[in-house]
């Protein structure tokens, strides 16, 4: 019978798919049921590519604070729209501290540009801060620019210097800016989607300077391919002892990355104290110091009172200057 | 060298990294047959429990699981027409008529065996070479990838079946999916009416919904009309078959091993070029999308190149080839070991030892595969009436696993909906994948390189990279037409 075989299908269609979605059902259900936080893995969100430096930090936190959480922290990469689609990831998620992000004052930055209408400082909460480091301008070690001034004295005699780095609207765009507005210089900003790409297009000569995190280029530096010009800190890195400041060289820039966990505005204060102490926790034990160091990172964790404060403090400064050089262009 | 190599191989005999390989090789096997599990998510899933494992024995497991999952897609698609990654789309054009056919064994022989060749010639290609070679990573700025976008885009010309017009229409519409989402440039938000389009259209429900789900709406169509039952062969190709694809396969792994290099390529991409760059090099064009084994032999040897290709660039320079090697980077790092220019120095035994468990995980996963052809071809035994509700299951639940949420699954239903209608009205759907995998490349590189050259066009032209490739991609087109109209005549004269 021609209908007959067409029904039977659809109603085992229908039947698997049901089963299927009873499974599911059930299994959010359990995860929901009340009880000690956490009672299943943490997600992390992650605006930049695997191996990133704030990828890395979240792995590495995630692998010491699991035995104080009592679950795996996972770590899922959002990349894309200078932080936006990560945003819009975690935004989408309940506020039950179990999707949380790793971000950086960089990605937070942007919620005065383009994502402003889209997201909102206020919507997020701050739970942990785990690292602060400058950020720095690099160029490739066998260029031109041997110092920040080599760079300058080009850029004046030929304008539209290109400056590559993460994002449009970022800390590392604003600084370019601030150093071009400081300098009397046109520089040109070219977003790319990530410090790996940032490094490839450096090397490869598509573009002659790029602003990133000493992170990022640590290892490049270490084997002679890149040089660092100067940094955003307002001291010298323990690591890059010879390379200056910009307050050294004249420039009022002083700009602080920082890398730490956040979630959606309204996480239960019970998941919020659990996480920031575990990542607290996870911190000071001696395997994570020794990954700081290898990597060059100078330590800077904060709890929730005192990051929402850095954070905001940072985040209405990046206001500022965004607002004084659009004011300005 | 030699010596490096034969430490890596004893490091590589010690059993738990023997046993990595083949676990690894089996879980990619897994990965790669479930459309909606890619490589990277592969690799992503096993990661946390590599945090204890030595490193070697970490990077061992990950890396096999990278090559055989590599694979695994296209056991889908040459016996359900089912893309397990959206790297084995071209392998439907060729493979799915073979199990048409009756004949699934010869095109999974011939996939296994492509397969295998290629990643053990990548891997010999990524020891001698790889640092020379990691220059062509960074020769690839915003122009080029503009360029090597524009060239993919031009091999729809040999996706498009009977009709240019309606290939041009599916890649259009391709197209205009990739503008949905937040613009990677400037960070304005385009066309999101929907919560879940922040990200864009992903591009797995898109694969599975037109290619599987229109296929389950067909296959039930059929089955209320009459159910035949096939008889299907395992057999596997003949010593002279196998032969008889070698320069494919050659030609699938270069292809593959020169765009797995370039970072963010990819292996879609590559197999798309491989299948198109087959077609034009075949004596008898014509016969392609009939089931021809050079046509899977070649994207197949393209795909698994990529993994050889995308570790040049990972080994040598730090920077990953492909979104699977990028998650590779994470393993890494969580051992404290960082993939760049100072790994050979620092870590030559990690390095030659990853080489070593690369050879020998090819040979693993090739025995894996022959072996296991007549095993996987037994589904087919399955009657259509059971198969086809299991087979819409599991793209569904792969539609919802991309990203953990239902509207991937709407989505797949979707495209599903969509393809049904392509395939009545005889629209090609490959070249929608195709433009979904090239749409952001090409329009976020070519902002770029208008910000690169203050707006200046003849960026394209003076860059001899740039350049090179879109004289190939005008050259392609160029070919296909000219070839196209000098047949016609004669084909309407026979």
Known sequence: MRTGGGFRVLSLVLGVGLVVLGVLASFSAAAGAVGSFPSKPITVLNSSVAGSPTDVMARQVGQYARKYLGQPMVVVNKPGGGGGVMFAALFAEAADGYTIASLTGAQVAALHAELKKDFSFDNLEFIANVQREPNCLAVKADGPFKTLQDMIDHAKKNPSLKVGGQGTGSALHLMVMLLAEQSGTKLTWVPFGGGAESVTNLLGGTVPVISTSPATVNQYVEAKQMRILAITGDKRMDHLKEVPTFKELGYDIVMLQYRGFAAKKGIPQEAKAKLADAIGKAVAEPGFKEFMKKNSQPEGFLGPEEFTAMAREDFELMGRLMQRLSGNK | ?494
């Not at chain 2, 990654?85 to 065996?113: C, H, N, R």
């Not at chain 2, 299907?232 to 091993?257: C, D, K, N, V, W």
């Open chain 2, 1 to 494: 060298m030699i010596e490096n190599l034969a430490a890596g191989f004893l490091l590589v005999a010690k059993w738990q990294n023997t046993l990595a390989i083949i676990l690894g090789s089996i879980v990619g096997y897994l990965v790669g047959a479930l459309p909606g599990l890619s490589a990277g998510m592969g690799i992503a899933l096993l990661l946390p429990f590599t945090f204890y494992m030595p490193p070697l024995t970490s990077l061992v497991l990950l890396t096999s699981l990278y090559s055989a999952a590599e694979y695994g897609g296209s056991i889908t698609a040459v016996l359900i027409n089912v893309p397990g990654e959206a790297g084995a789309t071209p392998t439907t054009f060729d493979g799915y008529p073979l199990t048409q056919k009756g004949q699934p064994g010869k095109a999974l022989g011939v996939s296994i065996v492509a397969s295998a060749y290629a990643g053990i010639a990548s891997t010999v290609a990524l020891i001698l070479v790889s640092i020379p070679l990691a220059q062509i990573a960074l020769k690839f700025g915003p122009p080029e990838y503009f360029a090597l976008g524009v060239f993919g885009l031009t091999t729809v010309a040999g996706l498009a079946g009977k009709s240019w017009i309606k290939g041009f229409i599916a890649v259009l519409f391709g197209l205009l999916i990739t503008t949905i989402g937040i613009d990677a440039v400037s960070g304005t938000s385009r066309y999101i009416f929907a919560k879940p389009l922040y990200e864009g259209i992903p591009l797995i429900p898109v694969l599975v919904g037109l290619f599987a789900v229109s296929e389950v709406f067909e296959t039930m169509e059929e089955l209320g009309e009459h159910l035949v039952y096939q008889k299907f062969s395992g057999t596997l190709p003949t010593m002279q078959e196998y032969l008889g694809t070698h320069m494919a396969m050659l030609r699938g792994t270069i292809i593959g091993f020169i765009i797995g290099i370039v970072p963010g390529a990819g292996k879609a991409v590559a197999s798309f070029i491989a299948y198109n760059e087959e077609r034009r090099a075949s004596k008898h064009p014509e016969l392609f999308g009939t089931g021809v084994l050079e046509g899977v032999a070649s994207p197949e040897a393209a795909n698994n190149a990529v993994v050889g290709g995308a570790l040049v660039p990972l080994l040598s320079l730090g920077i990953p080839g492909s979104a699977a090697a990028a998650v590779l980077i994470g393993a890494f790092t969580i051992q404290g070991l960082q993939p760049g220019p100072l790994l050979f120095v620092k870590e030559p035994g990690l390095v030659y030892g990853l080489f070593a468990s690369l050879l020998i995980g090819n040979l693993v996963m090739l025995a894996m595969g022959l072996l296991g052809t007549k095993v996987w071809a037994k589904v087919l035994d399955v009657p259509k009436n059971i198969l086809t509700p299991i087979v819409l299951t599991i793209c569904l639940f792969a539609a919802y696993a991309e990203s953990s949420n239902v509207f991937g699954v709407w989505l797949a239903l979707i495209f599903g909906i969509l393809g049904y209608f392509m395939r009545k009205y005889e629209f090609p759907v490959a070249p929608i994948v195709l433009a979904i995998v090239l749409g952001t490349m090409i329009e976020v590189s070519f902002r770029r390189s208008m910000i690169l050259s203050d707006g200046n066009s003849s960026i394209f032209v003076t860059r001899p990279v740039a350049m090179a490739i879109l004289l190939l991609a005008v050259f392609s087109v160029g070919y296909q037409v000219v070839r196209d109209l000098r047949r016609k005549p004669r084909i309407s004269g026979e």
